[in-house]
Structures are given as structure tokens and as C-alpha cells.
């Protein structure tokens, strides 16, 4: 799993588009539904506290963990990359938002308690290469579950880097900044590649440009479904994540809910 170092400098300026309200909007009207973690009350006990907790996995920038605790939730956010962790506080510091940010590779989570809410979006899951692997990271939400606690998270389907994003190339022209995204979909692996090329004005005129590359896979509803019921979830509902509605074969990111169960019987 790549770790955003460079890239993470700008990575807010390029995601300018991403709708992460209305993100926040779906997250927190899926809590209501199916969870069991409520925005901060002023006298909480310990258990009150950690069925309260909501744990951003992948955080990256924290844009999404801030817009959770500006509607009221204690949150806790998780990302494998030091640099983008490093805005994330400045921008929480800057806020002065009380959000623990924790530098940890989702393959190895590590909480100090249960929290009451998972979720995991933009993409994040992808970057697990292996279903092994993953089968691990799914294994580790669910022990870190409260009681009848929830997991959210969305995927790209295998369709979008086969026949949507793969073997194309993007290119973004700003003020400061500049980047070229090129894919490469292998379809033997199922294995998206980036390769990031920007381009970043440190002087009047004078550019620095530095290269990234990652790797996401991309997965089927059945095999994700099969993950998350082998952790020990009960499986909610499955959306288009763009639609909100039944997923189709053109789906190119999905949403999955799911519920722990286990240790609730």
C-alpha cells in the first residue's frame, strides 16, 4: 500500500470537486438509520464514549473527519500517510477541533477502545492489493466494533478501472500547480496503476515536479460481500455509491453498511 508523500501537498487542491458535504450528509443520515454512535453529549460514561466514537479510516487530509465533527461526533482518524496526517492536524489545529488523528497502516489497526462507527471512504479499501490482506483489515473493523456498531465504506468496481478510468490520462492545468495522471489498468491483476507527474510553483516562474506512482485493485460486490460476512458483519445494504440506488453492473463506486454482529449475541 503506497503512502501519499509529495502528492499530499496538493492533494486538497486537485479534490476541490469532491463532494464531501454531501458524503457527510449520506454517512451521518446511514448512522441515524442502522447505528448506534450520536453526536457529543456533555456528560458521557466510558462505554457512552466509545459507542459515541467514529473512527474516518484512511482519513487522508481529514476534510471529511472535520465536516463529521462539525455535526456534533467525537472522531478519530487513521491514515498510512505522514504528510497527509501533518494537514490534517494543521487543519484541525487551526479549527480547534478536538480529533485524534493516529498514524497507522489499516492492515495493522490499533485502537486504544471500541468505537461505535467505521467508515472508510473515498476509495481507501482499494489500495489493499490483497484479499488476504483485506480479508485482515475487515477482521480488525469488526473487533474494533462496539456492539452492534456499524461499517461503512465505499469501493471502485472493477468495471470503473476496466472500462472507465483504465489506460487514460488526465491532466490538470491550475495556477500554482499542474499535474498529469496517467493509468494503466492490468487486467490479468486486476490492478489500477497512477502514475503522478506534478508540477508545484515554489518561485515566480519556477516549478518543482515530482513523481508518485500507486497502486489500487479493484474488487467485485460478491468477493467484498464474502470479505465482510467471513470478518463476522451482517451485511446492511449495498448501494451505487453515486445514485444511491440499486447497484448495476456499470457501478463504478459502491457503497457497503454493515453491522457487527458477533459479539452482540
Not at 473527519?65 to 489545529?93: C, F, P, W
Not at 463506486?253 to 449475541?265: F, H, L, S, T
Amino acid at each position: 500500500m503506497e503512502a501519499y508523500t509529495d502528492f499530499a501537498s496538493v492533494y486538497d487542491e486537485f479534490m476541490d470537486n469532491t463532494p464531501y458535504e454531501e458524503w457527510a450528509d449520506f454517512i451521518e443520515k446511514k448512522i441515524r438509520q442502522y447505528g448506534i454512535s450520536e453526536p457529543k453529549r456533555d456528560s458521557e460514561d466510558l462505554l457512552e464514549s466509545e459507542k459515541n466514537l467514529v473512527l474516518d479510516l484512511g482519513c487522508g487530509t481529514g476534510t471529511l473527519t472535520q465536516s463529521l465533527h462539525d455535526r456534533g461526533y467525537d472522531m478519530v482518524g487513521v491514515d498510512y500517510s505522514e504528510d497527509m496526517l501533518r494537514i490534517a492536524m494543521e487543519k484541525r489545529d487551526e479549527a480547534g477541533a478536538e480529533i485524534l488523528y493516529l498514524l497507522q497502516d489499516m492492515r495493522e489497526l490499533e485502537l486504544y477502545s471500541t468505537v461505535g462507527t467505521v467508515v472508510s471512504v473515498c476509495d481507501s479499501v482499494n489500495y489493499i492489493l490483497e484479499e488476504e490482506e483485506l480479508q485482515r483489515v475487515f477482521e480488525l473493523v469488526n473487533n474494533y466494533l462496539y456492539p452492534g456498531g456499524i461499517f461503512l465504506f465505499d469501493f471502485n468496481t472493477v468495471y470503473k478501472y476496466g472500462e472507465v478510468i483504465g489506460d487514460t490520462t488526465i491532466a490538470e492545468n491550475r495556477e500554482e500547480c499542474s499535474f498529469i495522471w496517467e493509468n494503466y489498468y492490468h487486467e490479468e491483476e486486476e490492478i489500477n496503476e497512477y502514475d503522478l507527474t506534478i508540477f508545484v510553483e515554489e518561485e515566480e516562474g519556477l516549478f518543482r515536479r515530482f513523481q508518485e506512482t500507486h497502486y489500487q485493485r479493484g474488487y467485485t460486490v460478491e468477493t467484498m460481500q464474502r470479505l465482510v460476512e467471513n470478518a463476522g458483519m451482517e451485511i446492511l445494504e449495498i448501494l451505487d455509491a453515486d445514485t444511491h440506488e440499486d447497484v448495476t453492473e456499470e457501478s463504478e463506486r459502491i457503497y457497503i453498511i454493515a453491522k457487527e454482529v458477533q459479539k452482540a449475541r
